[in-house]
């Protein structure tokens, strides 16, 4: 027998969830492209039908938050695989707009159910921030592909969707490994409120504008690059998978980082460095200045995004702060291609582009307080640096399978009483040892 670890069939699964879900955002620029080119649209009306898609998948969520754990993880992937495949494939099968829209509608609401389920288990699991890593690591490889692929194909909205379409029935089969309720694996669940109230709301508020900013260009990436760049389509699609797999390489350097660093520089420092990114894309004019831009923007992208997944899931153990906010950034990912088409035909892709820095740089405040704010109180894996913390901490945040007795993930850091030595006794070293069981008195 070997002596290797092997992954957990329910990770493996929810990874391949958390892939199929982030898709249609990923293949986004490519969607729109598509939609506009195919059927007529123009960038505007494109950009509205991909808002449509993703707003369905941040109601989805939205929804998910507060009735998941009734549904059970397995129904509720099915249910959403499901829905992406009739509606992404019906979407690809027509060439009606109304038709295309009640698909890609269909399709987001799975796309958002495949998400919500896939962020409540990476919540669940040992240490979240990994876990989210994982499945950002396989969506990028997986988007990357296709952006090789696609531009190969025939013209026309159908291949993307239908690759979305695809990878919902492939994940599929691995349903039968998620439990078929939460107590399967989490035990009786706890009751009560949602903790970190104020924080777990400043953070779903910024990252809805956070992810909005980063959609906005990613929406018109395409045609900056096609019209502004003068790129052809097989050009764009390659700098999109280097860009991706850029990416790639961001999203091991997370991972092999972990929590060395805290969340509160990647996520401030991370954000200020995509700022800048979105502020060179949005004016490029040539092949160079496009290709850096975008590579640097996705690399540094999903870096971030996992830590403020992984500081979403630390915020509550049952996985609800990280559903609220998963949809929260999903219902800033919907409006997103509206935005940048709004603001990329009013003041042109540049004057987009500062408007979006602003934004970015913004939002990077709070979110930064927040995680400065959490990560010093929490019983989490990595928090635990502050005046030593307490052992119970270390074992609420790596045992699998936490007594009553030990605090629970997300519970507020307890004081260290101090101990008060009689004045003018002075103790040698070697008066204090090690306590034991055995020891009484």
Known sequence: MSSRPRVPGALVALVCLF??????????????????????????????????????????GFTLAARGERIGPRRAARAGLLAMAVGYGSAAATSAVPLVVAGAVLGGLGSGTATAVAAAGIAGRRDPHRASTLGLLSVSATAGALYLTLPHLSGGHAPPLLAIACAA???????RRLPGTVRDTRGPAPTGPLPQRGA????????????????????????????????????????????????????????ALGSRLGRAVPIGGGTVLIAACVLLSSAAGGLASFATGEILWNACYP????????????????GRWAVVVGAASSLGVACGPLAGSLLS??????????????LLLLVAVPMTAVARHVSGRPLVPGSVRRRGGAAGAV?????????????????????????????????????????????RG
């Open 19 to 60: 892939t199929a879900g982030y898709l249609a955002p990923y293949l986004l620029p490519t969607v729109v492209g598509r939609l506009s080119a195919g059927l007529g649209l123009t960038p505007a009306q494109a950009g509205l039908v991909g808002s449509v898609l993703l707003l369905g998948s941040s109601t989805a």
């Open 345 to 358: 035909e009013g003041a042109g892709y540049p004057g987009m582009g500062a408007v979006l820095c602003v």
């Open 169 to 175: 029935t492939l994940v599929w089969p691995l349903t």
């Open 200 to 255: 777990g709301a400043v953070l779903a508020g910024c990252i809805l504008l956070w992810s909005l900013s980063q959609n906005a260009l990613w929406g018109v990436s395409g045609r900056i690059g096609l019209t502004q760049a003068g790129l052809s389509e097989v050009t764009v699609g390659a700098v999109f998978a280097a860009a991706l797999g850029a990416g790639l390489l961001g999203v091991t350097a997370a991972g």
């Open 303 to 318: 870096v971030v995004l996992s830590y403020l997944l992984g500081l979403a899931a630390s915020l509550d153990p049952r």
């Open 395 to 439: 074992l609420a945040g790596t045992a699998a399978a936490t007594p009553p007795t030990v605090p629970q993930v997300g519970a507020p850091e307890q004081e260290i009483a101090p101990v008060r030595v009689p004045a003018g006794r002075r103790l040698a070293q070697s008066a204090y040892r090690l306590a034991r069981p055995s020891d």
